[in-house]
């Protein structure tokens, strides 16, 4: 039987193209590799919203170079964001490739591969329509938690990112094929779904109007699903972060009591810049009505230090943010100027050895905190749902909580199952404890 390898760059969105990218090989008769030297057809799923992402897919294509000339009937293929973006250069940075494929085109790969058997190079589905890739077959990482699909593309014009570039314009699935993707995995044993969009909270505005559903009410109708336990969803965006949703977040069991609400930055100047269209106070008192209004809400973000003319005072602000909002935890980024946004040719961008600087600064603070709120839980019990052994210590087992905090604990449950912890111990990454009841079944 012939082996793939899929390497997978990014996103949570890449995460799940790579589900099904996995499953329309293993249709294809293929097997999984657990390495890549053990591959016959080696796939790299890419990312291209930071410039790190694409440095960290030219070390791997220096491998698979190594690889195939080592054995030239190994085939190279590389598909998502990178190969969309750099579709005309592709090519003449890694001649090693021997196909492409756009983000939208999963479905196409099976006739691809059937027909490529003879040698063919080249690519398929980029800079075309785009298409949903949820309905296809997947191959999932857990059984009992999944990604489900809303949107693909974004509406926003953030003037640093380059998403609505390459995914395109917002496309939002019905809302009665998304229920029926939940309703068919809470059948299939799926506890936990997390709902995938760019901006979940503009979900079904370019529906037509006779289908049309806001996100708040197909998360009400995902709740109604029976068998699946926890919901999340990601990422929404805060402009569009409106008091229905928050509503829904308290109402419904089902929805964990989680946000990531990336903030981006403190500073009402730089947002503006960067086209978020909120400013710190709008950002600011959502937080608070979502912390009244939704008990023991845990609220994460994403952060941008160094974007074109971030001044001290402006970073400052960005660190009294991170207090002042007291988030549970941040994804935290170095600003990287993009093929063809806006941001990329503002005057005034920031020298590298400034934004290290700051991210230092900001990571501390951002560990310093999230510490403080994991130790808060000590002596707490939590709901955790068991993922597999810790990743440090294989007599401990790992899940996650309602909170979506990583907790480490002894127990005899297994993978999938839901089980109360009590909290012993914390770090700014994980809490620590161990099982005080049996599993649930
Ligand atoms: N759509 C989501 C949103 O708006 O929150 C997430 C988009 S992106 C995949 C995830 C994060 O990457 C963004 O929230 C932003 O913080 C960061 N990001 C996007 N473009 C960036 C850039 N050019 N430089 C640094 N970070 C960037
Ligand atoms: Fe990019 Fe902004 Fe859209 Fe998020 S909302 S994907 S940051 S353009």
């Known amino acids: 039987m012939r082996r793939y390898h899929v390497t997978t760059f990014g996103c ?55 690889l195939k000339d080592a054995d030239p009937e190994r085939r190279l293929a590389v598909g998502g964001c990178f190969a969309e973006v750099q579709r005309e250069h592709l090519f003449e940075q890694f001649p090693q490739v021997d196909f492409a494929f756009g983000p939208g085109s999963i479905a196409e790969l099976g006739e691809w591969l059937r027909a490529e058997r003879s040698g063919a190079r080249g690519s398929f589905g980029i800079g075309e329509e785009r298409r949903f890739s949820a309905e296809l077959p997947a191959r999932r990482e857990r059984s009992f938690q999944a990604w489900v699909q809303i949107s693909i593309g974004c509406n926003s014009v953030c003037s640093y990112c380059i998403v609505p570039t390459v995914r395109g314009k917002q496309m939002s699935r019905s809302a009665k094929e998304v229920v029926s993707e939940v309703e068919r995995l809470a059948k299939e044993g799926v506890r936990e779904i997390t709902l995938l969009g760019q901006n979940v909270n503009s979900y079904g505005r370019d529906l037509p109007a006779a289908e049309r559903k806001t996100f708040a009410e197909l998360l009400r109708a995902c709740d109604h699903v029976g068998g699946v336990e926890r919901i999340r969803f990601t990422s929404p965006h805060p402009k569009d972060f409106r008091s229905d949703v928050i509503a829904t977040m308290a109402e419904c069991e089902s929805v964990c009591e989680h946000a990531h609400l990336p903030a981006q930055s403190g500073s009402s100047r730089i947002l503006k810049a960067m086209r978020r269209t909120y400013d ?101 019990t939590e709901q955790v749902l068991v993922e597999g052994t810790s990743r440090t210590d294989e007599t401990l087992l790992r899940g996650r909580t309602r909170r979506n905090t990583t907790v480490n604990f002894s127990g005899t449950a297994h993978a999938g199952d839901l089980v109360d912890v009590h909290i012993e111990d914390a770090t700014s990454t994980t809490l620590r404890g161990a099982q005080v009841k049996p599993a649930l079944a």
């Open 280 to 380: 710190r106070d709008r950002f600011l008192s959502l937080a608070a009505e979502m912390r009244e209004r939704i008990p023991d809400l845990a609220i994460t973000t994403d952060l941008i230090v160094g974007f074109p003319g971030e001044s001290d005072e402006d970073f400052e602000q960005t660190l009294s943010l991170v207090e002042e909002a007291g988030f549970d935890g941040a994804y935290t980024f170095v600003y990287s100027p993009r093929y063809d946004t806006e941001a990329a040719s503002l005057p005034g961008q920031v020298p590298e050895e400034l934004k290290r600087e700051r991210i230092e600064r900001l990571i501390e603070l951002v560990q310093k905190l999230a510490r403080e709120k994991n130790r808060a839980r000590i002596g707490s």
């Open 12 to 66: 949570q969105m890449n995460a799940h193209d790579s589900e099904r990218i996995k499953g329309m090989l293993e249709e294809l008769g293929l097997g999984e590799a657990p390495a890549l030297e053990d591959a016959d057809l080696l796939v790299f799923n890419t990312c291209t919203i930071r410039e790190k992402a694409e440095s960290r897919l030219a070390a791997h294509m220096g491998l698979a170079k190594a």
